[in-house]
């Protein structure tokens, strides 16, 4: 019973880390589909949001599966809790960066209005931030899923740029108010990412140390 349970968690760590992956590849594309206002990659992203779900849908079930069947305890049992929670994350991320594609087709419907804030290094901190979490549960590295809380106040502070500024162009522009809202989302959308990324760099610490990190109490 030990080797099969040791099997099944095995491979339930490969499709976490599958998933991760898709995952991660999706808000890469998210991210050129901003920078180059392509509508094309945009549809891709929408278009195969389903293979998230269906795989998010599976690793939860084999997590359910596990415990079911093995009753696991300990670290083993903190291991299956982080990546029902991880798994949740992940296809969350993945909504994200959806809905950026779909911001990205609406603006890529008209012609390309001037709005000084830097989406590419807001959306570059976000990515970062993604790739640190999965890298710090792939080699359990505690000290990787830290620094990654320690980013998201950074995120937060380009949201919180990008608020004021459509407040300020919307008064001079009120005829294209539906453009910069947007622009807004997409912003907003990024920092969820973000949000999620801190998310499951918690549950690394969680399953390593034990010890519940929520809500900047590190």
């Known amino acids: 019973m030990t080797k099969h349970f040791h099997r099944e968690l095995e491979k ?27 509508s094309g990659l945009a549809d891709k992203i929408i278009k195969s949001d389903y293979e998230i779900d269906e795989m998010e849908v599976d690793v939860e079930e084999e997590c359910l599966k596990i415990l079911a069947l093995y009753q696991p305890v300990a670290v083993d049992l903190r291991f ?3 990546v029902i929670k991880i798994n949740n994350d992940l296809e969350r991320i993945a909504d994200e960066a959806v809905n950026i594609a779909r911001g990205v087709k609406y603006i890529a419907k008209g012609e390309k209005l001037h709005f000084d804030f830097d989406f590419y290094l807001m959306a570059n901190k976000t990515e970062a931030m ?11 590295d ?15 502070q380009f949201n919180g740029e990008a608020h004021r500024k459509v407040k ?29 990324a801190t998310n499951i760099a918690e549950e690394v610490i969680y399953l390593i140390e034990g010890e519940i990190v929520r809500h900047g109490d590190f």
């Open 130 to 140: 993604l790739k640190k979490s999965l890298d710090a549960l792939v080699n359990l």
């Open 80 to 82: 299956i809790t982080a």
């Open 168 to 196: 300020d162009v919307i008064k001079d522009n009120p005829e294209h108010v539906e453009y910069f809202i947007n622009l807004l989302l997409i912003s907003r959308h990024l920092e969820r990412i973000a949000d999620h």
């Open 12 to 38: 339930l760590k490969k499709r976490i880390l599958t998933l991760g992956a898709m995952v991660e590849e999706r808000v890469f594309m998210a991210i050129k589909a901003i920078e180059n206002n392509d």
């Open 142 to 156: 505690v000290d990787l899923a830290f620094k990654v809380c320690l980013l998201d106040d950074e995120v937060d």
